[in-house]
């Protein structure tokens, strides 16, 4: 961070995507590392260790297996794949299988390289196009919309503190916030934890937490009542609420000051 906003440093960076991958909003802009995958296998790489997030997306893009020509090799992986397995167990779907085997990489040709080799049928070659599928940018690493019935994060709202001043509902890029006439509708499934909505909460009246369950949908009424002290009509989480959120801040401002001049 330099004067308050992040700045990277080309020189050090090696392109691992750690950062990309890691970023709840993505703000950090990239293509994500290359991967070699064949026939639906993830090759192991030791000096490209995938986050767990890129394993549950790549799974749900088909790649189940992984193998290594050596099991040290497979070993330098070990802890996000073990991370990933035990994801996809709350997920309900089947780990990945592991495989050590020898790997054929297979050679790449331009177009030109290919059609001179088909028409001097000097050998067969097959060229497997590396699927755009594989690459993915920061707006592809968002794993709820991979995992629909699932939620990755739970959202409560506490009631006896939140206001219904929209500043959540005006910062969460996911929509998972949203205040009705008639509700306060809270989306988790499409939470990715950033914390923004908390943060912002002029109440702390919210509260994120990292949580694998099915998604769900929770509704939280609103109430419409008449301000007992200034009479105009105003909304609430709170059936019992007598006075408006400006008339109760004004009461306790007034107590605040009174408390303030007796102590003096």
Same mark, same amino acid.
């Not at 330098?76 to 990489?105: C, G, H, M, T």
């Not at 949908?217 to 009542?225: G, N, R, S």
């Given at each position: ?17 750690? %950062? ?206 008449? %301000? ?37």
């Amino acid at each position: 961070m330099v004067n308050g906003k992040p700045v990277i440093n080309h020189k050090n960076c090696n392109e691992c995507g750690n %950062c990309i991958s890691d970023c709840p909003v993505q703000a950090i802009a990239g293509i994500y590392p290359k991967r070699t995958i064949i026939q639906n296998e993830l090759v192991v790489q030791s000096q490209k260790i995938p986050t767990v997030k890129e394993l549950l997306i790549l799974y749900k893009k088909g790649v189940k297996t992984i193998v290594g020509e050596k099991s040290s090799l497979i070993e330098w992986w070990k802890e996000p794949i073990d991370e990933a397995n035990d994801l996809l167990k709350q997920l309900n779907e089947a780990p990945f299988s592991i495989s050590v085997k020898s790997i054929e990489e297979e050679r790449y040709f331009s177009r030109r390289e290919l059609f001179s080799l088909w028409k001097n049928e000097s050998k067969s070659a097959m060229k497997q196009a590396a699927p755009a599928k594989w690459r993915f940018n920061q707006n592809d690493l968002h794993l709820p919309k991979y995992y629909r019935d699932y939620q990755f994060a739970r959202i409560t709202i506490n009631s006896e503190k939140c206001m219904l001043c929209t500043a959540c509902q005006k910062l969460c890029q996911n929509k998972c916030l949203n205040i009705t006439e008639g509700h306060f509708s809270l989306l988790s499934q499409g939470c990715s934890s950033c914390q923004l909505c908390v943060d912002i909460c002029p109440e702390k009246a919210i509260i994120v937490e990292n949580q694998i369950a099915k998604a769900e949908e929770t509704l939280l009424p609103i109430y419409q009542k008449v %301000c007992t002290v200034c009479q105009k009509t105003y909304s609430t989480l709170r059936e019992h609420d007598e006075k408006c959120v400006a008339c109760r801040k004004q009461e306790s401002f007034k107590k605040s000051k009174e408390g303030n001049h007796y102590a003096f």
